[in-house]
């Protein structure tokens, strides 16, 4: 039976569940309080230089999982690049992740890889033995010179708290190389959209099935209108955040432009305390196949997320996980109601695994959509 389906949220979670259910015959309306589409993915030409921004932040595409690949490359030239992350700290410019270029750098050697790795033992602190703040990871694996010269600073502003305070899963998503390669990442496929994600996502809400209004906020009450509803908004906000807020991180950009190349690379990390922003963003780096003569950057300073802010990053400190039990509990008990996304489920998830977890969720509806409401909250986020 074709169900007519409420998606909240033109991000990558409502555009591939959209995509998948238009493709099955469902009607699919989706909404978004944005005037735009493709949500924190969002890419857009800069008018004055003409180079392609990304709004909310530098987005790079990287994954092993090859479906998801094939699935992206389905909408959109994906060209090669690869983020190659710089840091400056002390005035000083170094390689990120920390590999053995950046340990040769800041110790004034040239190590071999099990020179360096001998090295980096001996001023790892070997008595922490089962890390559990980013602090203790940090020391643990790296020792204090290098964790305060790239990552007390840096970490301080981004999650305005003491490292001390913070998981050690945050540093553990960084590796640690002895050797020269300097791709941040370890993915097998990385690139970027040619004509940016905000096309990418267009050719995937670009179905006859599929109809989508923007500026326009979902209200509960919509919800008897429809027979299923995703929902990639904030979980707390749909309970109009009746027992508390959960804590994010906002991001301010400030935007200037530069005549020629600015840095040199897309992103600058700041890893010293005495600067307020975390990194500078050179848009027309992530775009190597073009050519401009201008260059728009944007500087980035975190902050705590206010009512009337962008959630970016979700906190998920320890205090905070009553009041996520909380809304999980209520959000598995809601009926033909999906909770999808990072928004939805209060987590970090890159877009990879965003668009894995909305490909599962869409299929799972289209198997069982009598069950399609908490099951798929239960598995992906345990109680
Ligand atoms: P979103 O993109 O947030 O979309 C949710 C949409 O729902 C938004 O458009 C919002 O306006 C809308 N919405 C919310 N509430 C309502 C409501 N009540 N009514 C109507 N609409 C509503 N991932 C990577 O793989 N690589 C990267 O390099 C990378 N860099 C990142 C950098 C930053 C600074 C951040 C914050 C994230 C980064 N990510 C990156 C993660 C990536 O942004 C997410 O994976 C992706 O945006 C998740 O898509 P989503 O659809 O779940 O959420
Ligand atoms: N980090 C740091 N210094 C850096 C880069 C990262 O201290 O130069 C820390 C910071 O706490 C960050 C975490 O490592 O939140 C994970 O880094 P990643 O690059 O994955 O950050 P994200 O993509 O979440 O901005």
Redesign the pocket.
Known sequence: MKQDILI???????AVIGQELAQAGHRISI????DHI????HTERDPETGVMVHV???????TDDREVWDYVNRFETFLPYQNRVKTSSGGKVFSLPVNLHTINQFFGRTMRPDEARAFIEQLADSTIEDPQTFEEQALRFVGRDLYEAFFKGYTTKQWGCSPTALPASILKRLPLRFNYDDNYFYHRYQGMPEGGYTQMVAQMLDHPNITVELN???ARSQKTEYDHVFY???ID?YFGYDAGRLGYRT?DFERFTYDGDYQGCAVMNYGDATIPYTRVTEHKHFAPWESHEKSVCYREFSRECGPDDIP??PIRLVEEKSLLTDYLDRAREEDRVSF?????TYRY??????IREALDTARAFLARPETATASRISELVPA
Request: glycine share 20%.
């Open positions: 909240v949220g033109a991000g990558l979670s409502g909404v978004d309080a944005r493709a949500g924190n993915c909310y932040g530098p987005h790079i595409f990287h326009t906020r979902f990639s908004g904030p906000g991001l970016y990053y999808v996304g990072r928004l939805g998830l890159d877009m990879d695994v965003t």
